[in-house]
């Protein structure tokens, strides 16, 4: 049973699956229906919402109608879990459909999963976690494809809550034989220069803001691209370069001297925010909840706070 117009259910669909042919499986009707239904609600708002190439995506008109879309589904799941209550004796949350958050990579490797887990245990959540770096992750909230994420930005989004979640610290790490070789004169724009550096992606700025603190000078050190939070420490202590990582994934194997701080009296501490659609839904109150305890624990706490 669904309360949302099939119009609707059919644009998220698409968006959700990729395709109108994994759209119609979903939905159990054929991929023209789905078209038809689609070309129908383009023609009622008068703007192109779908690219259709595959996989699917929104124009910029279909990211304000998913934005809008999405916060609705949740509120048409809980109306059916409280008017089929025979379907969710057991778990409460089992009727929804998996929530869509975004969240970094060290977050989701160091806090994000315990508070996903204990969510799924008490109310039968399921979730559709997507993974981008905690500068670019609110991108995911404004084209609607996720309903919250985690972020370093604390301004909101129209429609949007934010709550203040700590800071993530990391420390400047190095295998004992690379920093001793690289790092001897000590940490500043000539050693910098010089030693490998690791970063994640392209994305990831965190790198270059620590040596920003350290010095102003335009630097071109040879680079390595490593996109994995646990891999990072790994390869820092194969020798590969130095990175950031963070300190809840660090401390093993600095106390195994597998690696250590290249600079202990410098740090980086980022702030994350919780950033979710502004409607009144048990599922997001519920969300928020274990993501601020989970990270009361892990983060160091919110500048401020």
């Known amino acids: 049973m669904d309360l949302l117009h099939p119009q609707l259910a059919a644009f998220a669909a698409v968006l959700e699956e990729g395709s109108f042919e994994a759209a119609a499986r979903r939905l159990c009707i054929t991929p023209s229906a789905v078209s038809q239904r689609i070309k129908a609600l383009e023609d009622r708002l008068g703007q192109v919402l779908l690219v259709r190439q595959p996989p699917c995506r929104p124009t910029p008109a279909g990211a304000l109608l998913l934005r809008r879309v999405r916060p609705m589904q949740l509120l048409e799941a809980e109306a059916l879990a409280d008017f089929l209550p025979e379907k969710n004796a057991h778990h409460p949350g089992a009727a929804l459909r998996p929530i869509p958050i975004a969240v970094n990579s060290d977050s989701l490797d160091t806090w994000v999963l315990g508070a996903l887990a204990q969510l799924h245990q008490q109310y039968g959540y399921l979730f559709d976690v997507r993974v981008d770096d905690q500068d670019h992750t609110l991108d995911l909230l404004r084209d609607g494809s996720v309903l919250g994420v985690v972020t370093a930005n604390g301004v909101p989004v129209q429609g949007c809550t934010v709550q203040a979640l700590g ?100 740090w980086l501490d980022v702030p994350l925010h919780w950033q979710h659609a502004g409607v009144r839904s048990d599922t997001l109150q519920h969300l928020s909840t274990a993501l601020c305890q989970a990270a009361k624990t892990a983060l160091q706490p919110a500048p401020g706070g």
């Open 167 to 266: 800071a993530m610290r990391y420390q400047a790490i190095a295998a004992p034989e690379f920093a001793a070789r690289h790092f001897h004169a000590g940490v500043n724009a000539a050693t910098l220069a010089r030693a490998p550096i690791i970063v994640f992606n392209r994305k990831d700025a965190l790198q270059w803001r620590f040596v920003r603190r350290i010095t102003r000078a335009r630097l071109a050190p040879p680079m390595h691209y490593l996109p994995t939070a646990t891999g990072f420490i790994d390869a820092a202590a194969l020798g590969l370069g130095w990175c950031l990582a963070p300190q809840a994934l660090v401390q093993p194997a600095l106390q195994a001297g597998r690696v250590v701080c290249i600079d202990p009296e410098r």
